[in-house]
């Protein structure tokens, strides 16, 4: 592999992530306003990081597209999930969200959110997390040109 092959994959793979949490970060202001966590939001998330994916990160190739999309998907979802759980622990001790993060810890937020996610939202999830794979799958359609 070549090294601007290698740093462009390593560029996407970054990016990914960086949409993946953004998109989670989003999805937990919609959720705070909604008062649930809305796995429902799964759906739109997909959508809109398959097609960044797919146009602006990796456009030249579908697989590696589809695998960036499902994955993007699946971190905003447990990111939302881990969010949604130091905001409970915020909410019952009286603290900030930043210190409810700091004093928590990951191994903890991860096992709250584990233990918070109901079958029903895992399905949303997953159902987000598949439409970002087909989406990101898909070709891109040029525009006709006249």
Excluded: K, N
């Excluded at 809305?38 to 990081?49: E, I, S």
């Excluded at 159902?127 to 525009?143: F, K, T």
């Amino acid at each position: 592999m070549r090294l601007r092959s290698l740093a462009g994959t390593i560029f996407a793979l970054f990016c990914a992530a960086m949409l993946g949490l953004a998109a989670g970060a989003v999805w937990m202001l919609a959720a705070v306003s909604l008062g649930q966590v809305a796995a429902w939001l799964a759906l739109p998330a997909g959508w809109l990081l398959a097609t960044a994916m797919r146009h602006w990160v990796y456009p030249g190739h579908r697989l590696g597209a589809a695998t960036l999309a499902a994955a993007a998907t699946l971190l905003a979802a447990i990111y939302v999930s881990v969010l949604i759980a130091a905001a409970r622990i915020a909410g019952s001790m009286g603290i900030g969200l930043v210190e409810a993060l700091r004093t928590a810890g990951v191994g903890m937020l991860l096992e709250l959110a584990r233990l918070g996610l109901s079958r029903g939202a895992a399905l949303w999830f997953f159902a987000g997390i598949v439409l970002a794979a087909i989406l990101g799958a898909r070709p891109l359609q040029r525009p006709a040109q006249d």
